[in-house]
C-alpha cells in the first residue's frame, strides 16, 4: 500500500498496538512514530515529538512525506477532571495543530479517537445511539464532543478526510491505559495474576461498553482505509463488542482463577461512569464500513490470561 503515516502519541495503550499492527501492514520504512519521550522500544523509527508544537509537527510531516497522520495524543478522563486546563489544552490544541495540516494539504488523511465520554447523564444508557443526546459531565469528555463537531465542521468546510471511532474502555495486556476510568478492566487482570486479588475502584453493577485491543486496531485501520465515500459521519462513529459490570469480569476471571477475589472501593471515577452508557449501538458503523467485532467477553479474559501469564512466566 502506497502511503507513510505518523502515529503521535504513539507509546501509550493504542499507540503501542497501533504501531506495531502498522509497521506489520506498511513495513517499517513507511511508518513513523512520535511521542513526548521514548519508554518502549520500536518496531519502525522513532521521533521525540511535542505535538502541541505545530511548527515541529509541520517539520516532521514534511521532512518524512507523511500522508496519514493518528493523532492519539490525549489526557484521558480520570486524569482530565484533575488537570482541566491541561486537558483541554492537549486534547484541542493537537486536533487544531493536525486539522489546519489536513487543511493546508499538507496531510491527506487524519484519524482522531473519539470517546464514549462524548455521552453524559442525558443519553439513553443502553444501546446508545449513534445520533443521540451528548452532554458530556467530564472535560475530556468536553474536548472529544468539541473536537467531533470541529471535524465535522473542517470535512464540511474544507473537506479534510477526517475519521474517528468513539472508543468504549480497551482492554488490552501490552501497554497499560493512563488515567481513564476504564482502566479497572485492564488493572484487576495485572492483580489477580500477580495477587489474587483486586480492589476496584467502581461498585459492583457499573455496566461500561468494552472492547478488546485487536479489534479496536482492526476498526481503526479498516475505517482510516475505507474508501472516502463510505465514511458518511465525519464526527465519531460509534463502535461496539461487549459490555460487562466489574461483578461479571469478576466471575469471567474466576473461570481460570478460582481463587480470585474483587473487593469494590468506588472513588471519584464511578461518578463518571454512572453518567456513560452501558452498551453502545453501532449499527451505523456496521452498515457504513462494515465493522464486525471478532472477541467476545470469555475469548477476551483468556487471550488476556494467556498472554499475562507469560509475562509474568506463570
Ligand atoms: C477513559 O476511560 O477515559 C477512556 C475512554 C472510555 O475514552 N478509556
Known sequence: ?????????????????????????????????????????SPCTFVALDATDKNAVYELVKKENIDTVYLLAAMLSATGEKFPDKAWALNMNTLFICLDLAKEKHI???????SIAVFGPTTPRVLTPQFTVCEPTTVYGISKQAGERWCEW???KFGVDVRSIRYPGLISYTAPPGGGTTDYAVDIFHKAL???????????????????????????????????????????????????????????????IPTFEIQYKPDFRQQIADNWPASIDDSVAREHWGWKPEYSLPQMCSDMILHLQEQYAL
Open 154 to 156: 473542517y470535512h464540511n
Open 1 to 41: 500500500m502506497d502511503t507513510k503515516v505518523l502515529i503521535i502519541g504513539s507509546q501509550g495503550q493504542i499507540g503501542t498496538e497501533l504501531t506495531a499492527y502498522l509497521t506489520a501492514r506498511y513495513g517499517a520504512a513507511n511508518v513513523i512514530e512520535s511521542d513526548i519521550q521514548q519508554k518502549n522500544p
Open 194 to 256: 500477580q495477587q489474587g486479588s483486586y480492589e476496584c475502584f467502581l461498585g459492583p453493577q457499573t455496566e461500561l461498553p468494552m472492547m478488546y485491543m485487536p479489534d479496536a486496531i482492526r476498526a481503526t485501520v479498516e475505517l482510516t482505509e475505507a474508501e472516502a465515500d463510505k465514511v458518511k459521519i465525519r464526527s465519531g462513529y460509534n463502535l461496539a463488542a461487549f459490555s460487562f459490570t466489574p461483578e461479571q469480569l469478576a466471575a469471567e476471571i474466576r473461570k481460570h
Open 108 to 114: 491527506k488523511k487524519l484519524y482522531w479517537p473519539s
